[in-house]
């Protein structure tokens, strides 16, 4: 299985890769070397994982980007952040 893992902070796409090593993860800490990367991948991958935080949802569609070059491939954020309430 072929997961890409966006997130600025490496350190958990390797936590990732450790848990998941019978899977090849490629880690990306940019959306510039992501969307590099995808444009020419020969295999499509099974899984995304990208931290919610990595870029402005108001104007980067990552949905419409991923229908682009990977068709049904599921996606994973995490680091979604909460609203807070005032007391």
Do not use: A, W
């Amino acid at each position: 299985m072929v997961i890409l893992i966006l997130t600025s902070q490496p350190e958990i796409g390797h936590l990732f890769e450790e848990v998941l090593p019978k899977h090849t993860c490629l880690i990306f800490d940019s959306l510039e070397k992501f969307y590099s990367v995808v444009r020419i991948l020969k295999e499509k991958p099974e899984l995304i994982v990208c931290d919610y935080m990595m870029f402005n949802h108001l104007l980067f569609n990552i949905y419409d980007f991923l229908n682009t070059h990977f068709q049904q491939t599921p996606l994973i954020f995490y680091n979604d952040p909460q609203p807070l309430f005032d007391d």
